[in-house]
């Protein structure tokens, strides 16, 4: 894609420092880019590269402060970090198209199939499915029977998608995430032996949600596993049976959530953090990387620790942690001086 700096600061509202006319074609990080790239400064820690970066054109915030000594040229918006964000968005429009119907694919006679949709190769939908406009199916993806998958959505290769799940609009599910497999459900008999409990509900997720790779999505024992509009799940991420995830939650990889948990809306929830079943966590929660939760959590919290409590109580906690060496020497000192004032 090429474009002129003056289309790009009319895409991003932005004002031009610089010659208009200059051609951008491609995007880079500030440090690696060559001409006719076109990059960003958010961090201050990178202004130094303003003056040493060979791009064609850097998005800056508006309160930069313009140095004559910059040559590259500027486009000045309120918000670098967004603005870089929504070009992104701009050149990646092109890069996945239309490709029509494999020959290799099969697809069952009583599936619906909407306008331009894509299905890849060696890809297979089973019966009574409806697939939605301009969906993009790519190759090797199973999709079982009775499944609901919105319009504009991206699959991508080796996802697999399993009987009665519900899939929103604008939805991305990337390669091996699997939406549905039976739920970690069993009863022990008279013999102590595990008993399969099968599985009879289904997932139901919401518009605009992205899922990342070898993430895996419970259904329900009954009812549904609800991933609701705008949620984005990052790889290696378990969400177990009849889990509720409220809008614009976001997870990051190797979370682990066990059964019946009620997360809510606008949530950030870090990497490696484990939440036990059948609790409620409010919304606008904030849990810090690694953290393992294990009661329910009030609205607005920041969590830290294992098992989790409070961030800032933690933060004072852990001062006092890393001293506990000396403090349990002056603790023995002092009983050592106590006893012999005692004795005296």
Not at 219 to 241: E, F, M, P, W, Y
Request: hydrophobic content about 35%; charged content about 20%.
């Amino acid at each position: 894609m090429k474009l002129t700096v003056a289309n790009l600061a009319e895409i991003l509202n932005g004002e031009v420092i610089g010659n208009n006319e200059t051609v951008v074609n491609s995007i880079s990080k500030i440090e690696e880019a060559i001409e006719g790239d076109i990059t960003f400064l958010s961090n201050p820690k990178y202004v130094p590269w303003l003056k040493k970066t060979k791009a064609s054109a850097v998005i800056v915030n508006k309160d930069i402060g313009y140095d004559e000594s910059i040559k590259t040229n500027l486009i000045l918006v309120d918000n670098s970090y967004s603005a870089f964000n929504q070009l992104l968005i701009k050149f990646s429009e092109n890069k996945i198209k239309y490709f029509g119907i494999e020959d290799s694919s099969y697809i069952n006679n009583t599936t619906f199939l909407g306008d331009k949709v894509s299905v890849g190769k060696f890809s297979v939908i089973e019966s009574d499915c409806r697939i939605g406009n301009n969906t993009i199916i790519m190759d090797n993806v199973t999709i079982q029977n009775n499944v609901s998958l919105g319009k504009d959505c991206i699959i991508y290769p080796g996802v697999r998608i399993y009987d009665d799940s519900v899939i929103g609009d604008n939805c991305i599910l990337h390669s091996n995430c699997v939406i549905g497999s039976d739920g970690f459900g069993y009863a022990p008999n008279k013999e102590g032996e595990y008993v399969k409990t099968p599985q009879l509900g289904n997932v139901k997720i919401g518009n605009n949600v992205e899922i990342g790779s070898n993430s895996s999505i419970d259904r329900a024992t009954l009812g549904s596993t609800i991933i609701s509009d705008g949620v984005k799940i990052d790889n290696l991420v378990q969400i177990a049976h009849n889990v509720i995830i409220g809008e614009n939650t976001v997870i990051a990889g190797q979370c682990g959530i066990a059964g019946s948990t009620q997360i809510g809306k606008n949530c950030q929830i870090g990497g490696q953090v484990g939440i036990i079943g059948h609790l409620k966590i409010g919304d606008n929660v904030k849990v810090n990387g690694q953290t393992g939760v294990f009661s329910n959590i009030k609205d607005n919290s920041v969590l830290r620790g294992t098992p989790a409590i409070d961030e800032k109580t933690f933060n004072r906690s852990y001062v006092y942690f890393r001293n506990l060496e000396k403090i349990v020497k002056d603790i023995n000192e002092l009983k050592k001086l106590n006893d012999s004032n005692n004795k005296s």
